[in-house]
Structures are given as structure tokens and as C-alpha cells.
Antibody, heavy 121, light 108 residues
Framework: EVQLVESGGGLVQPGGSLRLSCTAS????????MSWVRQAPGKGLEWVSS????????SYGDSVEGRFTISRDNSKNTLYLQMNSLRAEDTAMYYC??????????????WGQGTTVAVSS | EIVLTQSPGSLSLSPGERATLSCRAS???????LAWYQQIPGQTPRLLIH???SRATGIPDRFSGSGSGTDFTLTISRLEPEDFAVYYC?????????FGPGTKVDIK
């Protein structure tokens, strides 16, 4: 069974930083693209960032580009999201999601339970 | 950025009825890159359809997807009680992924 477990969320002040992690099991991790998707309370889904299976390519949503960095360690089956210069509007549940293929174009078929990020003074 | 618009915003139907959900893109989307998700309140999203019309693993055949270009449709042929949820379309294009705002299907 494929499992994704996120960690690293919490309460942080505006301008602060957090690093989220997502550990995968039950898959050949390097064979799949991975993504971060967030959902603010009571709102819809917002794509944050994606990375290819090899880690050689990545992309970001406009609202986080230049502040967030996605990375992966295929030897540890772990995906990361480094979040800097956090703003109140970054407050959300952050989901890690597995892509269907090594590139991130085709949809996300497994989702973690999410980790909550709250940005407030 | 390709913007996705979903209609209607909400839909009230009875179990056994047919649901037709629309997703319209601001510019043409490759059918390969169009997906639909279901999110039941309090749960994580679940992939229903990828490649515009291919059901994901384990998805019942009452769910079907169709469309091309800028207009895509998710159809639920006969609503079951567990189908009352929010449905999102999602696309990849121009190096970005975007989600639609969602259609809420609730019990009439």
C-alpha cells in the first residue's frame, strides 16, 4: 500500500520559515513526480509546487515562486518544501501528492493526510 | 496561466439521479493533462479521472469523463450517498498546474 506522511507544519510568525517533509512508502519513489497542494480553511485546492521523479525539473505557483523551494531526496524517499518569507495568506493545510508518472503533467493519485501551517503573529 | 471555471458552483440532487459537472478552460488544454478529483468534507482529495476520460484505479464506472480543448465534463450516472462531495478539475499547461474552484454536489 502506498502511503505519504507529511510533517513539519506548525505556527510561525509572518516573515518566518518552515520546512515541510513528506515521506513515502510502498513505491519506487524516484519513478514518480511529487507535488505540494494546499487548502486554506473553507477554500478550494491550490497547487503550490511540483518536482519530477529525478528531481531535475520543478515548477511553482505564482503566489509562492521565489519564496518556496521544492526538493526531494530519493535515497530517503522524502519530499521537502522549504517555505521562506511566510505570509498570513500561506495559512493552509499542505498536502503532499504523488504523480501518476515521472513528470507532473498527468494527475495526482495518492495524497497524504496533510500538515497544517498557520502564519500569525 | 490557464484559468479553469467550473459550473454550476453547486448542485442539489437526489440519490439515483444523474450529475453533470462542467469544467471550462481559458485556453486549450491537452486532454492528457486534465484530471478530476473528489473531496468529501473532512477527507483528502481522491483522483477520479485522468487524461480527461480514464478512470483512476478503483473508481466505479458510474463516474465518467469526457471533453477536449476548452470544455470538459464529469458525469456521475447514478448518485450514491457517498458521492455527495466537492469535485475539482485540474489541468497542466504552460508549466503550471491549476485547479478549478470546485462544484459542490449535495443532497436535495
Amino acid at each position: 500500500e502506498v502511503q505519504l506522511v507529511e510533517s513539519g507544519g506548525g505556527l510561525v510568525q509572518p516573515g518566518g520559515s518552515l520546512r515541510l517533509s513528506c515521506t513515502a512508502s510502498g513505491i519506487i519513489f524516484s519513478s514518480y513526480a511529487m507535488s505540494w497542494v494546499r487548502q486554506a480553511p473553507g477554500k478550494g485546492l491550490e497547487w503550490v509546487s511540483s518536482i519530477t521523479g529525478s528531481g531535475g525539473g520543478s515548477s511553482y505557483g505564482d503566489s509562492v515562486e521565489g519564496r518556496f523551494t521544492i526538493s526531494r531526496d530519493n535515497s530517503k524517499n522524502t519530499l521537502y518544501l522549504q517555505m521562506n518569507s511566510l505570509r498570513a495568506e500561506d495559512t493552509a493545510m499542505y498536502y503532499c501528492a504523488k504523480g501518476l508518472r515521472p513528470t507532473y503533467f498527468y494527475g495526482m493519485d495518492v495524497w497524504g493526510q496533510g500538515t497544517t501551517v498557520a502564519v500569525s503573529s | 496561466e490557464i484559468v479553469l471555471t467550473q459550473s454550476p458552483g453547486s448542485l442539489s440532487l437526489s440519490p439515483g439521479e444523474r450529475a453533470t459537472l462542467s469544467c471550462r478552460a481559458s485556453q486549450s488544454v491537452s486532454s492528457d493533462y486534465l484530471a478530476w478529483y473528489q473531496q468529501i468534507p473532512g477527507q483528502t482529495p481522491r483522483l477520479l479521472i485522468h487524461g480527461a476520460s480514464s478512470r483512476a484505479t478503483g473508481i466505479p464506472d458510474r463516474f465518467s469523463g469526457s471533453g477536449s480543448g476548452t470544455d470538459f465534463t464529469l458525469t456521475i450516472s447514478r448518485l450514491e450517498p457517498e458521492d455527495f462531495a466537492v469535485y475539482y478539475c485540474q489541468q497542466y499547461g504552460s508549466a503550471r498546474i491549476t485547479f478549478g474552484p470546485g462544484t459542490k454536489v449535495d443532497i436535495k
